[in-house]
Every structure is written in C-alpha cells, then in structure tokens.
C-alpha cells in the first residue's frame, strides 16, 4: 500500500468551515466517481445521490441544517446541551458553519429489490451500509485533493424537511448529507480510544 494513502487515511478531519470558492466540475466528479467505487451489496448499488450547488438550495439547505443541529442539541440527546452551547452553536451557524458551496445527500435507492419477502430488512441495512461506504469514499477523496468535507447525520432528524426541499426520487431514503468545499478551518485531528478498549484479538 501506498504510505500516502495511509497518510491520507490518519490525517482525515471534519470540516465545518467552507471558503465560499466553488468546487470545480472535475474535481466534484472524482469524488463522485470514488464515491461509487465504494463495495457495495450484492453489487445491486442500490444508491442515490443529489448534488446541491444551487445557490437558493444551498441557503434553504443550511437553514435547515441549523434547525436540526439546534433540534439534535435541545431534543436528541439523553443530556441535552446547556442553553448557552446551543445558543454559541446557533450562533456559528448562522456565521457561517457548514455553509458550503456544495452538499452531496446520500440515499438507499430501493426502487429495485433484490431480496425475497423475509429479507428486505437486511436488503435495506445492506444498502445503508453501500451508502455509508460511498459516503466514506468521498470524503476520503475529497481530503486527498485538498477539499474539506464533513459527513451530517443530523439531516436525518428532520428528515421530511430535507426531502421537501431535495425532493429525492421516490423510494430513496436519505442516509447523511456531505457538506464539502475548500476549507477555511485547519481543524485539529481528533482522539479516539486506544485500540485496547475497541478491539479484541481472539
Ligand atoms: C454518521 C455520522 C453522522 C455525523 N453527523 C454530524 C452532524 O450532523 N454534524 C456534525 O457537525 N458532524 C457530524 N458528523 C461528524 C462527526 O462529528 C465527526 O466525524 C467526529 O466528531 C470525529 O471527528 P473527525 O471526523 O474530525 O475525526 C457525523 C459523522 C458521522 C459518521
């Protein structure tokens, strides 16, 4: 392997701050074209994916994003955080935080099944994970030519509005949103744990 790669791998951070400079057509496709080179179940890539570069999109988008941030922080969470951290979060939002000049949403597309009737669960689990997987692909990509990305879960709080404003084909089910763009931040690597609390060699 390539140590470059691995180099790539580590040096990965999320990026939530975006220069408004808009990504180039051929750099957007390479990291489409990774994206779908990600393994993928049965080989039936069952995927969708939207490309939000639309200026009035991308702003109805990220007022969006902030209600489900703000939602996720006072309503999900077991401890919801403390007034003040949400108000300081809004507030970087609506400065500016995950405002990017693209968004690249995610969706299992199960407009084709391939299961029998007793396994469109696991069809369907199969599918998010080929999602993930793609998704995981073009972040990967986006970092190694210089892009900062980072993956959104909390779209799926609020799922209906997202679609609403996306409109994906029918059948597709939306899995994360990739906010992605040049970044304006340099953020710091973030810990994990120690591989001794996370694996177990049997
Ligand atoms: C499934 C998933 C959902 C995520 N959702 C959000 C999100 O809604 N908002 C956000 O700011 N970051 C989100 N993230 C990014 C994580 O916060 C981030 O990956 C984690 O803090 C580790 O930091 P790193 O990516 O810089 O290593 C999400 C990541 C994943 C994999």
């Not at 969006?64 to 949400?86: G, I, N, Q, S, W």
């Not at 099944?113 to 990967?140: P, Y």
Request: overall charge neutral; hydrophobic content about 45%.
């Amino acid at each position: 392997m390539c140590e470059c790669f691995l180099e790539t791998v580590l040096s990965r951070s999320s990026v939530r701050w975006f220069k408004s400079d808009p990504v180039p057509d051929d750099v957007l496709l390479k990291i489409l074209e990774a994206g779908i080179r990600a393994p993928n179940a049965g080989s039936s890539e069952q995927w969708f994916f939207i490309v939000v570069r639309d200026p009035e999109i991308r702003k109805k988008l990220h007022d969006l994003l902030l209600e489900a941030h703000e939602f996720y922080a006072t309503r999900v969470l077991k401890t919801p955080l403390p007034p003040d951290k949400v108000g300081k979060w809004v507030q970087r939002i609506r400065e500016g935080m995950y405002l990017a000049p693209t968004y690249i949403a995610g969706y299992v597309d199960l407009r084709k099944t391939t299961h029998v009737v007793e396994f469109t669960g696991a069809e369907k689990i199969f599918a998010m994970q080929s999602v993930a997987a793609a998704l995981e692909n073009m972040l990967l990509v986006a970092h190694a030519l210089g892009l900062g990305a980072v993956w959104l879960g909390v779209p799926l709080l609020l799922k209906n509005k997202f679609d609403e404003l996306l409109k994906p084909p029918e059948g597709c089910d939306l899995q994360g949103i990739i906010a992605l763009g040049y970044p304006a931040e340099t953020p710091k690597t973030r810990p994990r744990k120690p591989l001794s609390e996370v694996v177990r060699f049997i």
